[in-house]
Nanobody, 121 residues
Framework: QVQLVESWGGLVQAGGSLRLSCAAS????????MGWYRQAPGKQRELVAS???????NYAYSVKGRFTISRDNAKNTVLLQMNSLKPEDTAVYYC???????????????WGQGTLVTVSS
């Protein structure tokens, strides 16, 4: 069993900053990639940013230059630094990990429980 535990989001004013963290634990042989997704009310879940085990990153166009994803491979942790936040960044943010399970040595996905980020105007 694999668990992803996310930090609390919170309420921040437009233009402010917030950092999210996510730690993976459990029966993990290795983690291929980690990322953050978000889902705003009435909208589909979308990729915000992802990072591979080699450090390659990918960002949604809407957050490029404002958000930074980083990763601590030794701790199976991924961070999302969010700067210059906008009201349209308001959403539930989910952490995701693509990992190799110890039992099967197969690639699997795990999701965090989600954390609410609210940006006020």
């Amino acid at each position: 069993q694999v668990q992803l535990v996310e930090s609390w989001g919170g309420l921040v004013q437009a233009g402010g900053s917030l950092r999210l963290s996510c730690a993976a634990s459990g029966s993990i042989f290795s983690i291929n990639a980690m990322g953050w997704y978000r889902q705003a009310p009435g909208k589909q879940r979308e990729l915000v940013a992802s990072i591979t085990n080699s450090g390659s990153t990918n960002y949604a166009y809407s957050v490029k230059g404002r958000f930074t994803i980083s990763r601590d491979n030794a701790k199976n942790t991924v961070l999302l630094q969010m700067n210059s936040l906008k009201p349209e960044d308001t959403a539930v943010y989910y952490c995701k990990a693509n990992f190799i399970a110890i039992a099967s040595l197969r690639a699997m996905d795990a999701w965090g429980q989600g954390t609410l980020v609210t940006v006020s105007s």
